[in-house]
């Protein structure tokens, strides 16, 4: 079984173009968390999807960034006109069923897409 | 809102000797608590884990035990080896998963 697939692993953009990150959660997993780590910080959450529906987008920047999650395919995290403060690591996680209640939902990370803004 | 605070590094270690790294959390509701480990290069992979007071948590050597009267989750080892070099990531919630900052450590052969 495949884990979370995430590509590109590393992006480089100049500052005002846009970046499309993609996510592949593990197979049977319906739920995706995208997380994003700043160097020295630990991860911090953005936004929660359920296939067509965000369910939780609290964490994410209120302009230029969206997420999608749709029918078929994987998950999309879009960051429009990035800046120089977007260079981070953005990880995907999945799980089978919903973390509303976290107790055996473990929570399953791809191995990260590097976005380097220049 | 739900919050977790580690210990923070670096911290350096020569082979076999004991490890702790601290955490404790706060939040209204009762989280599960998680160490995820992330490898250079790697995404974060699951640890060990507690979902209520008083579990133990164990993998690889590696253990935590959730206390609810100090609200922490400290983790242990009680011989670490240079392959066990990473940093460690505490987190836990109650609806969504929030993370510590982090703890790099490493270990001398």
């Known amino acids: 079984n495949a884990g979370v697939m995430q590509n590109p692993r590393h992006l480089v953009r100049r500052r005002g173009q846009e970046a499309r990150l993609r996510c592949s959660p593990m197979?049977?997993?319906?739920?995706v968390y995208w997380y994003r780590q700043l160097p020295e910080e630990g991860l911090k959450f953005m936004v929660y999807?359920?296939?067509?529906?965000?369910?939780?987008e609290s964490g994410m920047p209120k302009e230029r960034f969206s997420a999608e999650f749709p029918k078929e395919g994987p998950s999309i995290l879009r960051i429009q006109q990035v800046v120089r403060g977007d260079s981070a690591a953005y990880f995907c996680?999945?799980?089978?069923?919903?973390?509303?209640?976290?107790?055996?939902?473990?929570?399953?990370f791809g191995p990260g897409t590097r976005l380097t803004v220049l | 809102g739900d919050s977790v605070t580690q210990m923070e590094g670096p911290v350096t270690l020569s082979e076999e000797a004991f490890l702790t790294i601290n955490c404790t959390y706060t939040?209204?509701?009762?989280?599960?608590l998680f160490w995820y480990v992330q490898y250079p290069g790697e995404g974060l992979q699951l640890l060990l884990k507690?979902?209520?007071?008083?579990d133990k948590g164990s993998n690889k050597g590696f253990e935590a035990t959730y206390r609810k009267e100090t609200t922490s989750f400290h983790l242990e080892k009680g011989s670490v080896q240079v392959s066990d070099s990473a940093v460690y990531f505490c987190?836990?919630?109650?609806?969504?998963?929030?993370f510590g900052k982090g703890t790099k450590l490493t270990v001398n052969p």
């Open positions: 996680a999945s799980s089978p069923t919903a973390s509303g209640r976290l107790r055996n939902n473990e929570q399953f």
């Open positions: 197979k049977g997993h319906s739920h």
């Open positions: 999807l359920q296939k067509e529906n965000i369910i939780d």
């Open positions: 939040a209204t509701g009762y989280p599960s």
């Open positions: 507690a979902t209520k007071a008083d």
């Open positions: 987190a836990g919630g109650s609806e969504k998963l929030v």
